[in-house]
């Protein structure tokens, strides 16, 4: 978590609790381990801070890409998205202007996803990804 100056009005603790996967399974597109607990929760920031969020390429669910890993704010029990600012190896960072929990989801593809091609696996827009290879999906 990187909180920029002036995104805090007052000094605050800030603690960062990793959430067990047991409270936020259900949902086919989560990427298991990779949920936080950022508290005090639903602090709001005045300048938006870069969360970054690690996760393991085994854990994200079957048939799906890595380039389709979006952040995520667990918020009144859904998953909504976040401001994404992409994958950087092996993790996924996000825009967030409040504090609260956060996870890893699986962004549902624009177009069909293509692969395996010579372990490469390539979206119908252009987005080639090493990191993970699956089945052509319709």
């Known amino acids: 978590l990187e ?3 002036g995104a805090l009005t007052a000094a ?3 603690v960062i609790t990793k959430v ?3 409270l936020v399974l259900g949902d086919a597109l989560y990427v298991r381990g990779t949920t936080y607990r950022i ?3 639903t602090l ?3 300048v938006r801070a870069q969360l970054r969020l690690r996760y393991q390429t085994d854990q994200i669910p079957p048939g799906n890409f890595s380039v389709q890993l979006r952040l995520h704010e667990r918020f009144q029990g859904q998953w909504v998205d976040a401001a994404h600012v992409g994958l950087q190896g092996d993790a996924v ?3 967030i202007d409040r504090l609260g929990t956060f996870g890893i989801v699986v962004h549902p593809p624009a177009g069909t ?3 395996p091609l010579g372990g490469t696996a390539v979206s119908a827009d252009g987005v080639v990804d090493t990191n993970r290879v699956a089945s ?3």
């Open 3 to 5: 909180i920029p100056a």
């Open 12 to 14: 605050v603790d800030i």
């Open 20 to 22: 067990d996967d047991a």
């Open 39 to 41: 508290e005090p929760a």
């Open 44 to 46: 709001q920031l005045q």
């Open 93 to 95: 960072a996000g825009g």
């Open 113 to 115: 996803l293509v692969g």
């Open 136 to 138: 052509a999906r319709p």
